[in-house]
């Protein structure tokens, strides 16, 4: 309203749309092979949310749901994890998560060296290569009553990588005496 007469608009609509925000509770999942895996980000933003998955920076062909599942882990599933969401106003993504899938480790029974050591070898149960890689994980303990245990390796500490296969030599180990060994992954 003014000197010269009234005016009147058109309504026009206004609608309000939320950034989208995307995270996860954590970034480090371990479970054990063969354990289900749920991975689901905390999201907000105005729907609808249209969701993507990434292994290594690559797209998971066919992974659209908020929810990731993995029925039953098996070590290819171990990895770095990225979840994107987008809607009409943009994109976005969360930070990577580490899945690890832990595998139990296979060893043979000890074998006696010519001076009376006690050599070790082992591999992962599922048959699968170590690598240099897990070698720093693994820990070798002895123990001569199954109650006290002495650390023999760590962070790969004596440790030899041939086919796949872990070896050890135990430098304490001699024809005199019994012990008992257990290997673990940290």
């Not at 609808?48 to 998971?60: E, V, Y």
């Not at 009409?88 to 060296?113: C, E, F, I, W």
């Not at 006690?118 to 290569?129: I, K, M, T």
């Amino acid at each position: 309203f003014n000197s010269f007469g009234n005016a009147a608009s058109r309504q026009i609509r206004v609608t309000v749309v939320e950034p989208l925000t995307i995270d996860f509770a954590t970034t480090n999942y371990t479970v054990l092979r063969g354990q289900a895996v749920e991975l689901q980000p905390m999201v907000s933003g105005s729907a609808p949310l249209h969701f993507s998955w990434f292994k290594a920076g690559l797209l998971l062909t066919g992974e659209t749901n908020p929810l990731l599942t993995i029925a039953s882990a098996q070590r290819v599933h171990g990895g770095l994890y990225r979840a994107a969401v987008s809607n009409q106003v943009g994109v976005a993504s969360s930070d990577d998560v580490h899945l690890r899938v832990l595998v139990p480790a296979q060893m043979n029974a000890p074998a006696r060296l010519t001076d009376g050591r006690f050599r070790l070898q082992l591999g992962a149960s599922d048959q699968v290569a170590l690598t240099g890689g897990d070698l720093p994980r693994l820990v070798i303990e002895s123990s001569r009553d199954f109650t006290n245990w002495s650390t023999l390796s760590s962070n790969g500490a004596g440790l030899t990588l041939t086919n796949g296969q872990v070896r050890f030599d135990d430098p304490g180990a001699s024809s005199l005496n019994s012990r008992f060994y257990r290997v673990f992954e940290r």
